[in-house]
């Protein structure tokens, strides 16, 4: 890892340490605070693919549809 990704950790996990701590009432270690924060990550992740399962498909995708090149396509190729 560079520089520039501990930079970026270390403040995650400062940053993380000063919102959760006052909400959990005691201090975090700095294991504590990286476990937590890739406990949100991992539910953010979640919540964004569940809402791209359930978005609609945009009426002009056609990526369903079989084409002359596919297997099985219709007989009127």
């Not at 520039?4 to 340490?17: F, P």
């Not at 009432?25 to 791209?52: C, H, N, P, Y």
């Not at 359930?54 to 297997?71: F, G, L, Q, R």
Request: contains cysteine.
């Amino acid at each position: 890892m560079n520089a520039a990704n501990d930079n970026l950790n270390d403040e995650l996990i400062g940053q993380t340490r000063k919102v959760w701590q006052p909400r959990l009432g005691r201090d975090l270690s700095r294991d504590e605070a990286k476990q937590v924060a890739a406990s949100v990550t991992g539910f953010f992740a979640i919540l964004a693919e569940w809402s791209r399962a359930n978005m609609p498909k945009p009426a002009n995708d056609d990526s369903d549809v079989a084409t002359c090149d596919d297997e099985g396509a219709h007989d009127d190729c």
